[in-house]
């Protein structure tokens, strides 16, 4: 067996009143965590880019069960955090209901530049996404993997919504945190690179030209990581369930496991027409699994069902070497039953916007769906 790709994980989570509005609280959870966990724990919650975000970054781990217990503790130290500062702590990739025009950015001076940047863009946008980091070897490796990566990142975006509501009202798309994303400058698939080097140059271009703030900032939906030796993918919204966001993490390393293989045995990524990726990110965000989808690669509308079914055939050879095909099928059993996470928000909803704020909590109970017994 080949040894394991590293997995790390980054989420966001909203901070809500009980009337499901934004507010401005990351102070006070963070101050919160300092008080009562220890350093190596509370070092693990940041604030983002939004006063009434918050971000949770995992341990590296090589198997999905201590990803999946890693995970759980974290969401169950924001609910605990929630509780005792009266708001909750919502894993939600877009707010219901809108609060002021200006949630105000926190105080790190970078965020104070691409608030001043992208003005009403950044101070109204309130989305909330799942990283997955792999560990790759090298940055001429990590671009590599991301050109193989392209066309499966509209499948995982279908995979993972769970942001339907915006402004109170249902907006029609399974995922409305990608909607509002592709509002910024190099948002999207990531572009075709021919090395480490081309792709900084493009990134470079990007800041010289003035849409983006640092060398450090892009919108795409997946990137080498300028900060672990790691490809990022952000392609879903931050998952309503741990087991949700371990069904990402499973494809995630899947897909580049089997990009490196493919780059062992001399394959290119294939190259994709910009207009038919831009089509199939949008296709994902407005259907999810629940409608068609565009194969990029084939440029033809099929259903996204069997997207996701193309992607399991793609990766299934890796899934066995890493030991995530049992797991991978009884996340996938469980995704077929229950619907993503924006379907389930949709159900949830039709009581009512605080029936949907109480699913948030009973999904987040000790699951039903336990791995089962494997390396």
Known sequence: MRQRRTVGFEEEFLLLDVGGVPVPAVDAVITWMRTNLGPDESIRFKPELQRVQIESVSLVHTAMETLRSDLRAARGMLATAGRDCKLFVLPIGYAPVCGTPYCGGTEDSRYARIHSRYRKMAQTYTACGAHVHIGVDGADQA?????????????????????PFHDGHDSGYSSWRIAEL????????PPFARSADDYEDRVATLVESGVLIDGHMSFWLARPSDVYPTVEVRAA???ATVDDAVLQAVLTRGLVQTA???????????????QVGAAAVWSAARHGLTGPAV??????????????????????????????????KQLLTALEQRGTGAARQRIAARLGLKELLGSFRLM???SAYEFPSSS
């Open 260 to 274: 490196i293989r493919k780059l062992e045995a001399g394959i290119e990524g294939p190259r994709i027409d910009e």
């Open 237 to 239: 919204d931050t998952a």
């Open 143 to 163: 671009v590599a993997v991301v050109n193989h990566l392209r066309p499966w990142l509209p499948t995982l975006i279908a995979v993972g919504a769970n942001s």
């Open 364 to 366: 987040n109970s000790p």
């Open 295 to 328: 194969d990029p690669v084939e440029e033809v509308q099929v259903p996204a069902v069997r997207m996701l079914g193309n992607l399991i055939e793609w990766i299934a050879d890796e899934l066995d070497e890493a030991g995530d095909t049992a797991v991978a």
């Open 182 to 189: 592709s509002r910024f400058p190099g948002s999207g698939l």
